[in-house]
C-alpha cells in the first residue's frame, strides 16, 4: 500500500480530460516537455519531477511516441541524473485523444489497490482497448495507418471523407452518403469522446457512435497535436473506452503478476515498466503467489494483448 497515488504525468495539457469524480486525480503537466529546453532548463526540471516522486513516491510519464526527439531525451536526461528507479517513461503510439482517455483511465485505477509497477504495465494492457481514430478530410499526407494508392488519389478529390481507426487494429474507408458499412468497433460497453476540427462531427456522432453502441457520447477539446498526429487540421478525432473503474479494475487483476528480477517491483506483461528488464523464460520464474480473483464481469485478453 503507498501513502498518496501515483502521480500520473503527461506531456501537455491537453492529455488532461477533467476528472469523472472527485475521487479520481488530475494528471501531473511536464513543463519540462511542454516549454522548450532554453525556456525551461535542465536543473528546472530535474526539481519538477524531485518534487512529484517526494508526493508520491512513483510517477507514470505518459509520453506520446510522436512527440519530438528533443522531449524523451529530456524525460531520459532526468531519470538518469537522479537514478531514480521511480520513474516510468512509457512511450504511447495511440493518437493524442486516445492517449488522452487513457491517461484518464490509470488515473482513476491510481487510487485503488494496485502497485506502482502493475499500474504502469497496466498502460500497454489497457491500449487494446482503446478504439482511437478520426474523420478525415484528407489521408494524402497519413503515414501512421496504411493507406492504399487509391485512398491517396481520392483525397484530390473535394469533399471526400475517410474513416480512420488507428488503433487496436489499424482500417480505413471512404465515407459516403448512406454508406452501410462501418469501422470494426468494440465488442464490449464504452463511452465515445470526439473533438471536431476543421470537420462537421455528424458522421461521428449519428452513425458511428450508435453503430458501436457507445452508452455515452461527449465532445472534448481537440488535442494541439491532432492536427500533425493526422497531417490534416480537417479532421474529428474520436476514442471509445471502457468507463467503468470497475470493469477495468477486474480487467488488470485478472492479469498474472509477477516481481521483477531487476528492480523487484510488481509487473503483468513481459516487461518491466520502470526499468524495462525482460520477464525471464518461464523455466526461471518463481512459483505465482496465490492470488483471489474475482471472475464475474471480466474481460478476455484480445490477441496480442500481454
Known sequence: MYALPTAIAVTGPDLVLPSPDRHTPSAAVLQSAVQSPRAYSLDQALTEMHTLIEHHGYVIVLCPASVPATVAQRLHAVRS????????VVRSDLPPLGLAVLALQLRQLSVCDFSPGVLACAARLLSHYVYAGALLGSVAKLDRVPVTLQSHARSWVPGTQFAVLATPRP????????????????????????????????????????????????????????????????????????????????????????????????????????????????????????????????????????
Open 171 to 306: 482500417s480505413l474507408m471512404k465515407v459516403s452518403s448512406g454508406d452501410e458499412a462501418y469501422l470494426p468497433g468494440p465488442g464490449f460497453g464504452t463511452r465515445m469522446l470526439y473533438a471536431p476540427g476543421r470537420l462537421a462531427p455528424d458522421w461521428v456522432t449519428g452513425t458511428l457512435a450508435p453503430a458501436w453502441r457507445s452508452q455515452d457520447v461527449t465532445e472534448a477539446r481537440l488535442p494541439g497535436e491532432s492536427a500533425r498526429w493526422w497531417a490534416t487540421g480537417r479532421l474529428v478525432e474520436f476514442a471509445a473506452a471502457i468507463p467503468d473503474i470497475s470493469v477495468l479494475y477486474q480487467l488488470v487483476s485478472s492479469v498474472r503478476r509477477d516481481d521483477c528480477h531487476w528492480c523487484g517491483l510488481e509487473l503483468i506483461g513481459d516487461r518491466c515498466a520502470f526499468c524495462a528488464a525482460p520477464l525471464p523464460p518461464p523455466s526461471e520464474r518463481p512459483a505465482p503467489p496465490v492470488r483471489a480473483l474475482v471472475t464475474r464481469g471480466a474481460t478476455a485478453l484480445p490477441p496480442g494483448a500481454t
Open 81 to 88: 541524473v537522479l537514478e531514480s528507479d521511480r520513474i516510468a
